[in-house]
């Protein structure tokens, strides 16, 4: 069973930078494409951006592109979101997802998922 576990989170200022981990455990973690999502009140659950399981394929949301970046590293099957110029719009709680199949993470379907950390940017 993959367990998921997301750390990082926390306030910051607008302009303002955070990085995101999510540590696999269970499985083998090159096995796994990894993604990021968050969630605000009232809207649905976003993509924010992919990575395959071998780290050669991206993928990200419109709004992360060229703000974020995701990474991983194998040594510790962990998994970063590297978050720069920050947006008060940027609030929200933010998951980490594994799944087989890299195509998955884009169209928002994960096999596990963590408990979210919170993401607040203040104006």
């Known amino acids: 069973q993959v367990q998921l576990e997301e750390s990082g989170g926390g306030l910051v200022q607008t302009g303002g930078s955070l990085r995101l981990s999510c540590l696999l455990s269970?499985?083998?973690?090159?096995?796994?494409?990894m993604g990021w999502f968050r969630r605000t009140p009232g809207k649905d659950r976003e993509i924010v951006a992919g990575?395959?399981?071998?780290?050669?394929?991206?993928t990200y949301a419109d709004f992360a592109k060229g703000r974020f970046t995701i990474s991983r590293e194998a040594a510790k099957n962990t998994t970063h979101l590297q978050m720069n110029a920050l947006k008060p719009d940027d609030t929200a709680v933010y998951y980490c997802?594994?799944?087989?199949?890299?195509?998955?993470?884009?169209?928002?379907?994960?096999?596990?998922w963590g408990q979210g950390t919170q993401v607040t940017v203040s104006s």
């Open positions: 997802a594994a799944t087989s199949w890299f195509h998955d993470i884009s169209t928002g379907r994960a096999d596990y």
């Open positions: 990575i395959s399981g071998g780290g050669l394929s991206t």
């Open positions: 269970g499985r083998t973690f090159g096995n796994y494409a």
